[in-house]
């Protein structure tokens, strides 16, 4: 069998972690969100959407990068791109290497 | 910071405006008040009251073309030559699924273009209705942004906002998704709008600026990068004079040429699996790399991770979510790319830094040695034949210097690349992000419409003409002056030519001897046509094509054999070029 193209740039790195979106009560901003993470390269494990007293929604995602280019900072910034993402961050611990880079 | 201020103002008069009025006609008021004059589109049932409404806004200027996806092209080729955003309607159905191509390519370009689909009617939006497709659920990953409009009322902030979504930071299409009945419904109301929501720096920090500046001085090989963002960021005067300053050679991408001229003594040529050897291997071996506008796209790159390995890298972009996203950068600067180039001055005040002269000889030597020398290595052009790269080459340099040429996409596309002559980054109108074929001929006539006084050359292919010639059509019915160099070899050049490179000469579906007489065809829609096969009737071919006034079709035969040099082999380095 051939062998697939490979570059290092592409090699899937098994990042898991959480991000937490703040999303506008708008029609399609969920579908764009969650479009958005799977073709940058992540797998849901965890979904949860729930709606704030602002009328705005929180989104909670579980991610596990299938990959591409691996950065959930990255993935934050391509989701903040988004018009009616109002927020995207990464929650909870980071990795010791993250931390030291 | 943001510019929501600008954007109350835009939509400030419309929504005082009481009278009772339909959808349609707020739909077209709200952008004739955005000062669109033209539109390209295609009518049908679910837009129909749209259009009913149309000869009753004199401002707007509709432009009726064959086929949907020539209306999205126009549009672009339109926005692309004026700096304006392009619009582009169609109906429901087939005619929103038509536009779909034409979408994806201005959000891969990043061209602002608002599209406006009509739409079933609200109360058969899900029920699989006659012409019903959910094309705001198809059009999601590849907008900037879309809505359906769901209330008549909703429509004037909704336009005003879809213009200026279109156009502001990284420019992009938006789709406004019509309901028949919205379009119908008459309302008193005008509902304010949401302000827009995003906080965007204006530039990079002062702090990551002089670390980039540090950067320049340290650098023993440094060299820009340039991209399509220099044009659409207003920076080609500030690039050009950031050279001046530091005197760094430059190479660019397929969407940055001309940001330099070609003959600029900084300048290496393009980059990438078809760029020029003096380019790639200045990339190959600089200490630092500033690239400015460009986003490390795989043609450009080759294999990702061979890509400049001894480099630093400081990136510039418009679009913060592009730095870091496909190489890791030292120096990010984020925010208009004009600004950020105006305010990099590393050599300010005599600092100190490295010497770069041995560097630069280097490049500019290896420029001499590899420059393209016009011998073709398959057409005999003593004994008759047609060199396309050769008669680019002099088409270029004939043409007024203000000519736009649009092409499509294949060989001709690249050699249009290397072989034209382009002093600014707009005069050259590609399908570079999708590399649609079909795209050259509608963005041609959309750019001649945008920019009347300035002479409009597409170059075509034998392949991609095919794909929307019915936009021939479209050119006679306006009577639109556009100049077309149709480079036929009788094949899907580019596949073919991979085949017999990469596929151990295997060559599967590419033959096209069974193509139509094409100056017969342009002449049947009305069209000047003429056909020439031999290198000797080059000049002259060149000469009528230039001083025909209205729509005119050179149909130019050349050998099927010619291939495009240099080449990069996908997957590998850019070191690794193949040549002839």
Redesign the interface.
Known sequence: MAEL?R????EPSGIQGKLKAVL?DV??TL??TL??IE?RGYDYRDVHCTQRVDGNFDLLVHVEDTGG?N?L??LC??L?????V?SAERVGRRTRAEHAE | MTTAMQFDIQRAEILEDREPKSGAQLLLESIAAQGVETIFGYPGGAIMPVYDVLPRVPQLSHILCRHEQGCGMAAIGYARATGKTGTAFATSGPGATNLVTSIAEAYLDSVPVVFVTGQVATNLIGTDAFQEVDIFGITLPIVKHSYIARDPADIPGMVAEAYFIAGEGRPGPVLIDLPKDVANALTTERHRWRPYPKQKPEMGKSKDIAAAEKLMRDAKKPLFYIGGGIAQGDGVQEIRDLVERTQIPVVSTLKGLGSLPNDHPNYLGMLGMHGLRAANYAVQECDLLIVAGARFDDRATGKLDTFAPNAKVVHLDIDVAEIDKLRRVNVGLDGSLKKNLAALDPFKDNAEHEDISEWTKLCYDRRTEHAWDYKSPITNMTSGGIYAPKLLHDLSRRADDSAIITCDVGQHQMWVAQHCYFDDPKDHITSGGLGTMGFGLPAGLGAKLGAPDRTVITVSGDGSIMMNIQELATLNRYDIPLKIVLLDNSALGMVRQWQEVFFEKNYSEVNLDDNPDFAAVAKAFQIDAFTITRGDEVDAGIDRLLSTNGPVLMHVKIDTAENVWPLVPPGRSNADMMER
């Open positions: 193209q570059d290092k740039t592409f506008h029609q399609g579908l764009r479009g958005t073709r280019p950065d900072d990255l910034r391509q903040e791109r988004l018009y009616n109002v």
